[in-house]
């Protein structure tokens, strides 16, 4: 389940009419479904949205989605994911917020509904380790983050922040057992071995995470690449695998810098790296490929800047792997 999905059963339905109630066969709640749209696509825009051939089912604000004002950082919402449980069905959008992720329930799009808050790490809250609480400006931990970012492997949950946090791990089955909603859910597992973080990347296929954007922690996380995470043995309790940077792609935050990436078995034009673990990175400055297949050893491929860069911000590969996006 790829996040593109998820955004758009939570709050958009493609379509090619513009009128104001609609029947989708393809969404099964266990029963059938007519669905009155909030408001439809009409002379190009959807409740105030500009909009093409696309329909509103719903719309939930920071306020309605948990977030919570803290340390003066207006409630706010950062990013997103999904997760379908593979026993129930049942769909699920992990909405980063400023003080943790909003998990709701999409199954019907048009009834979205806040099943469980999972709560940012607080300096009370020290499982598995401590939390880390240094930080460069001197002021000590803060609750709020406006940068969070989420993944999923398996029924697993693995959710970084810019604050001192490490990495939280949430046991998604738990939310079968919720009656009361919204319920607050602490994370099962807490990964102590760096602190802060930009991102996180999973490859499905090899059940390795790579963390990036880390400058405070240990071992290597303090130089911002790749920080990887094996989640094979216990996705519950991931280890720590190896760690990559490459000083020769400079950087504006730090030398080597990785702001996102994305990391596949490779299967595209050059046979050289078939069938290996390649990590395509985005490095502020410069476009980077990185040969992961050994954790302990990995290799720079190419370091590459292009015209008119500014920031190397994120991008993605097509389904051949001929074009990064």
């Known amino acids: ?13 493609l379509s090619g009419c513009s ?10 709640n ?6 009155p749209l909030l408001i ?3 002379d190009g825009f959807a409740d105030g949205f500009p909009c093409g051939n696309i329909d509103l089912y719903a719309k939930l604000t920071p306020a309605e989605l948990g977030a919570e004002s803290v340390d003066n950082v207006s409630p706010a919402v950062n990013d997103i994911w999904g997760w379908i449980d593979p026993q129930t069905d049942r769909e699920y959008a992990l909405v980063g917020l400023t003080d943790g992720v909003s998990i709701v329930d999409v199954t019907n799009p048009v009834e979205p509904v806040v099943v469980a808050k999972a709560l940012e790490i607080s300096s009370q809250n020290k499982s ?24 999923v492997y398996q029924n697993y949950m693995y959710v970084v922040t810019e604050q001192d946090h490490g990495m939280q791990v949430f046991d998604l089955t738990r939310l079968r057992n919720i009656d009361d909603t919204p319920a607050q859910l602490r994370e099962d597992f807490h990964y102590t071995r760096f602190g802060n973080a930009h991102n996180i990347a999973i490859n499905e296929e090899t059940g390795f995470a790579y963390v990036v954007g880390s400058t405070r922690g240990e071992t290597c996380a303090e130089q911002g690449g790749l920080h990887m995470i094996d ?15 490459d000083e020769e792609a400079g950087g504006i935050t730090r030398e080597g810098y990785i702001h996102d990436t994305q990391c596949v078995i490779y299967e595209g034009a050059d046979d050289r790296f078939s069938g290996e673990e390649i990590c395509f990175s985005s490095a502020e400055l410069t476009f980077l490929i990185t040969n992961v297949t050994d954790k302990a050893e990995p290799a720079t491929i190419s370091n590459t800047t292009y015209p008119g860069v500014n920031y190397a911000h994120q ?3 097509s389904e051949d792997h001929r074009y990064f996006l």
């Open 231 to 245: 989640l094979n043995d216990n996705p519950l309790q991931p280890s720590f695998a190896g760690c990559y940077f």
């Open 30 to 35: 266990g029963t059938d479904i007519n669905m």
């Open 19 to 28: 009128s104001s109630t609609s029947t989708d066969p393809d969404v099964d």
């Open 128 to 151: 598995n380790g401590p939390v880390l609480q240094h930080h460069e400006d001197g002021d000590g931990f803060k609750g709020a983050t406006q940068w969070r970012d989420i993944k």
């Open 1 to 13: 389940m790829t996040y593109y999905s998820i955004l758009f059963t939570f709050i958009l339905a």
């Open 40 to 42: 439809g696509c009409e």
């Open 315 to 317: 991008g993605w590969l």
